[in-house]
Nanobody, 118 residues
Framework: QVQLMESGGGLVQPGGSLRLSCAAS????????MGWYRQAPGKQRELVAL???????NYADSVKGRFTISRDNVKKTVYLQMNSLQPEDTAVYYC????????????WGQGTQVTVSS
């Protein structure tokens, strides 16, 4: 059974930092592209950052220079370091594991709430 378990969300003041973690089980973690997405109230889910199996990364323009995605294939965990957080970063953050090519797979975590407020 595939599980993606997010942690690290919470309430933080503007300008603060949080680190999200997503621990995976039930998949060959190292071959998956791992991503973080977020969904704010009344908005569509959007890509925040992703990291490929080759450790290539891609970021949404709104988080470039503030957020960093990384992965630990031994721990089967992907991280999202979020610095200089702003109220507009408030959302539920979801972990995603995607496999493309001849065999396609797409898995999601339950989400973790991040609230940026003074």
């Amino acid at each position: 059974q595939v599980q993606l378990m997010e942690s690290g969300g919470g309430l933080v003041q503007p300008g603060g930092s949080l680190r999200l973690s997503c621990a995976a089980s039930g998949i060959i973690f190292s071959i998956f592209t791992m991503g973080w997405y977020r969904q704010a109230p009344g908005k569509q889910r959007e890509l925040v950052a992703l990291i490929t199996s080759a450790r290539g990364t891609n970021y949404a323009d709104s988080v470039k220079g503030r957020f960093t995605i990384s992965r630990d294939n031994v721990k089967k965990t992907v991280y999202l370091q979020m610095n200089s957080l702003q109220p507009e970063d408030t959302a539920v953050y979801y972990c995603n594991a995607e496999l493309t090519g001849s065999i396609r797979r797409d898995y999601w975590g339950q989400g973790t709430q991040v609230t940026v407020s003074s």
